[in-house]
Each structure stands twice: as structure tokens, then as C-alpha cells.
């Protein structure tokens, strides 16, 4: 493992290989059989159920119930909201028979006998078969709101994939809400935005920029989309979450409509919001360093990770006796542990993998520490070791906890906090994007202006940005014009 480790690639050299050899080695994740898809292993696993279940109850919590809807989607669904099938059409994967037969050749092959009716989509996103269900719920406004979201996969079919951050298919949730009025849904879609928002940065220790999209960059038939944006340690941002207000748009699309209080007839309001797996990878690239993963305490699978270090079976069961006791006093406070005393790696291979894969603490005795009454203790933020009292381990490593949680958040917020820039010079923005960064520019806003940017730098308007005062913005940096808005421009994931 120790040699295993040198090999990582520094991030200095190359960050997308550091990334990519990083997820594999740290046994977060491995390409799969099929193409643009990906085997999430059990660590990497453990990681993404830490995070459903913390945001799991967040969504319910604010009145969300979960719900199943079926994977595949008839392809005449998706016709029936023209932005929605128009941003999906190139993704979708479609089935077409439901039979395959044995080849003359011996193997197999479609039937073409079987073939389908109608065509099948299978979901890039669920809007529309959740709205023709909603349509056979919803008649009055004593139907509402209903608030639903489900954990699930779906497919997208991307030409170039990266494990967590774009793969064909990918786990996520998806919230479909319907209400009375425009203004309930309009509260919804910013209150879910909140939620994301307040789990990454307390729980990721991600720092985040919150905003709105652009006309151009809004999520397929929506009226707005809310987005957190994440700077990952290379400048690029990575959108971390999004949560639309979709208007109107499928009521009318599927003709949800309800008897309001005043009697009459309207259609209902709808939004959408979803967090994926892409969150690992933001984990990933926000924190770790070169010698391998470094993980928030709030989301470690294992937080704590002991290990004696011995001579002999008498000398390994006067240590178990009492890391043991250790291990389940520290349970008993809602820290996971892991005592490895397992006699098939050496010392120093164990603390390399689990410094590869980012345990936040670490936790060694020795015979000679015992008789001493103390414990090496080394936390995987700053990799600094200290020898402490046994006695009042417990308190200590708990605070400790708290304390690498903090710390690796407030390093990513300086990180990020250095990075933005406000720029007004075209020339200066083309030159200074190469080395990534959040650029706070003028725009006047209008798509040109916004595909100039693009063609130009391959860095997009990533959000009109919440908190920044918008009473002057200025003048257009592209095209001399008055400004609009001050935006947030980078190149992203």
C-alpha cells in the first residue's frame, strides 16, 4: 500500500489523473462492464448512505414523503413538454422490443417480433411520467401540496464520463412538488436550495455560492432554476445541486388541474430539486490531498480507527483488553470505529491505507504506550501526530472530531473566499481563466454576450449570484453595454 500511495499522482502534475486514480485507490469506485457506468464499492458506498440518510430526513423534516415511480417512461411522455424533451432528447436511452431469441450462431439476438408498441425512455429525470400520476391525485386544493421525492437511478447517455461527477447512470434524488399558488412553489424551490445548501457546508465542510440560473443554463422547462455552486481546488466550479420552479408548465403539459378556493378551475404549480452521487465527487476534490482522501468526520464512513501495535499473542491480548473497552465507550457516543488488530498487514500498511482513504483520526498504542498510560494520536487534515493521556481519551477525540470538521471547512471557504474575482476587462478575463478561479462580471444580459463567453473560454455564467448588491452592476465586459447583473463566470465540471 505505502508504494501504492507514492504512486498517486501529485495534484500539482495533473489533477484530473490525481482524481481518477484517487477514486480507484481509495475503493470508492471502478469503471464498470458497461460503458459510462460505474460499480460504486462498499466504502465509497457507505459514503453515499451517509448522505441519503442525513438528507433524507432533512427532506422530511419540511413535510416530504418518499414515493416510487417506474423506471421506464413512454416516449410520449416526454413529448408533451417541448423545452423538457428538447434539453433531454440527445441523453435518452430507448427501449425498443421486449424479447430477445437464440442466433443460428449460438448466441442471442432482438426479436423482431417483440417489438414495442410505443417506444420506452428509460428516466433521465422524472417530471414527466410523476405529472400524469399527479393528474389522478390532484382535483381540489385540498389535494395540496403534494410533496414527494424518491431515491433511484437514472440514465443519461453522456459520450465522456468521470466517475461520480458525469456518468451515463448515476444515483440521486429527485423531489417533485405540486401546490396552489405560484408563490407556495416559488417557497419550495427556495427552501430546498437552503436544505442543500446547509448539508454541504455543514456536513460536506463545502463552502458554496448560491444563485440563479441563466435562461440558457436553466434546467429544461423551468422558470427558474436555484443552484449551488462548489469551487473545486483546480478553480473549476461544480454545480453541487440544483431546485427549479417549473411554473405552470407540466400542469398544463398533463392537465393537473385542481377547483381552487374560490371555485374555480387552475393548474397546478410545480417544482423540481435533486442532489446525485456527483456530490462524492465534489467530497473528493474539495478536501483531499496527495497522499490520498481527506474526509469530513460529519460523512466518514469510519471515524476513528485504532490500531496496536504488538509483539507476540500475550502481548496483542493486554492491548485488546483495553482498545476494546475504548472502541465501544467511543460507540456509546455516536462515533463509528474501526480496532484493527487483524495480524495479515503490518503496521505501516494499514496506516497508509487508512490514510489513503481518509479516516479522520487515528488512534496507535504500543506495549510500551500502555505501560505508559498513553496513545499516539494523528489527525488526517494536517497529518500532525501527538502522544496524549490515555485517561479522558474519549472527550479529547470527540472534540477533536468537531474541531477537524471546522478546520477543513474553513480552509475550502479561504480557498474559495481568494479565488473570486471581480473583473470587468475582457482581455484580462481570457487570460486569467486558464488558471481557473470565480470570475464576478457585468452582463448585460443577453444570450449572445453569454455564447461569446463559452466560445470564446469554454467557462459559462454558472448563477446570478445571491448576497451581491446589484444596484450598479456596470458595463458589459463583451459588449460594452449596460450591465444587468453582476454574474459568476467559470469553467466547470
Known amino acids: 500500500m505505502a508504494t501504492e500511495l507514492k504512486d498517486l499522482t501529485k495534484r500539482s502534475e495533473n489533477y484530473s489523473q490525481w482524481y481518477n486514480e484517487l477514486v480507484v485507490k ?15 464499492k462498499p466504502y465509497g458506498y457507505a459514503i453515499w448512505e451517509k448522505i441519503q440518510h442525513i438528507l433524507d430526513g432533512k427532506f422530511k423534516e419540511t413535510g416530504v414523503q418518499n414515493v416510487y415511480f417506474p423506471m421506464l417512461i ?3 411522455f416526454l413529448s408533451k413538454e417541448a423545452e423538457h424533451v428538447e434539453g433531454f432528447a440527445k441523453e435518452c436511452a430507448v427501449v425498443t422490443h421486449y424479447r430477445l431469441k437464440a442466433s443460428e450462431e449460438g448466441g442471442v439476438v432482438v426479436d423482431p417480433a417483440a417489438k414495442l408498441e410505443e417506444e420506452l425512455i428509460i428516466r433521465p429525470t422524472s417530471e414527466t411520467t410523476i405529472w400524469n400520476t399527479y393528474r389522478k391525485w390532484i382535483h381540489s386544493w385540498r389535494d395540496l401540496p403534494v410533496l414527494c421525492n424518491q431515491w433511484c ?18 444515483l440521486w434524488q429527485e423531489g417533485h412538488t405540486a401546490h396552489a399558488t405560484r408563490e407556495e412553489a416559488e417557497e419550495r424551490a427556495k427552501q430546498m436550495l437552503k436544505v442543500y445548501a446547509d448539508f454541504v457546508e ?3 465542510a463545502i463552502p458554496l455560492i448560491q444563485g440563479v440560473k441563466t435562461a440558457t443554463e436553466r434546467f429544461a422547462g423551468a422558470l427558474d432554476t436555484y443552484t449551488i455552486e462548489a469551487m473545486m481546488q483546480d478553480g473549476k466550479a461544480l454545480q453541487s445541486g440544483t431546485s427549479h420552479f417549473l411554473g405552470q408548465n407540466f400542469g398544463k403539459a398533463f392537465n393537473v388541474q385542481f377547483v381552487d378556493k374560490n371555485n374555480q ?3 397546478a404549480w410545480a417544482t423540481s430539486w435533486g442532489v446525485s452521487t456527483r456530490l462524492m465527487g465534489a467530497l473528493i476534490m474539495t478536501h483531499s490531498d496527495d497522499n490520498g482522501l481527506v474526509l469530513p468526520p460529519h460523512l466518514a464512513p469510519i471515524q476513528v480507527v485504532i490500531v496496536p501495535i504488538y ?7 493486554h492491548l485488546d483488553s483495553k482498545l476494546n473497552a475504548l472502541a465501544a465507550r467511543l460507540r456509546e457516543r455516536g462515533i463509528s470505529v474501526k480496532y484493527d488488530n487483524a495480524d495479515n498487514r503490518r503496521p505501516g500498511f494499514k496506516f497508509a491505507d487508512y490514510e489513503l482513504k481518509g479516516v479522520p483520526v487515528r488512534l496507535v498504542m504500543g506495549e510500551r504506550d500502555m505501560a505508559k498510560g498513553t496513545i499516539e494520536v494523528m489527525r488526517r487534515d494536517t497529518l ?3 502522544v496524549v493521556p490515555f485517561e479522558g481519551i474519549e472527550d479529547y477525540v470527540e472534540k477533536l472530531l ?4 471546522q478546520h477543513i471547512f474553513v480552509k475550502a471557504k479561504t480557498f474559495l473566499d481568494s479565488h473570486i474575482y471581480p473583473c470587468d476587462n475582457y482581455a484580462e478575463f481570457k487570460e486569467r481563466i486558464k488558471d481557473g478561479g470565480f470570475f464576478l462580471c457585468p452582463w448585460d444580459g443577453t444570450a449572445e454576450t453569454e455564447a461569446q463567453i463559452k466560445a470564446d473560454t469554454q467557462a459559462t455564467i454558472r448563477c446570478v449570484p445571491f448576497g451581491v448588491d446589484q444596484s450598479n452592476p456596470g458595463t458589459d465586459m463583451v459588449s460594452g453595454k449596460p450591465a444587468k447583473f453582476k454574474v459568476l463566470v467559470a469553467r466547470s465540471y
Open 153 to 170: 437511478n437514472v440514465m443519461r447517455w453522456e459520450m465522456r464520463t468521470r466517475l461520480f461527477l458525469r456518468t451515463s447512470e448515476f
Open 26 to 40: 481509495a475503493d470508492l469506485a471502478e469503471q464498470a462492464d458497461v460503458r459510462g457506468c460505474m460499480v460504486i
Open 384 to 386: 500532525e501526530k501527538e
Open 202 to 204: 455543514q456536513y460536506m
Open 74 to 76: 413512454p416516449k410520449s
Open 311 to 317: 509483539k507476540g499473542s500475550e502481548g496483542l491480548a
Open 402 to 405: 468537531e474541531e477537524i470538521q
Open 265 to 267: 378551475l387552475d393548474y
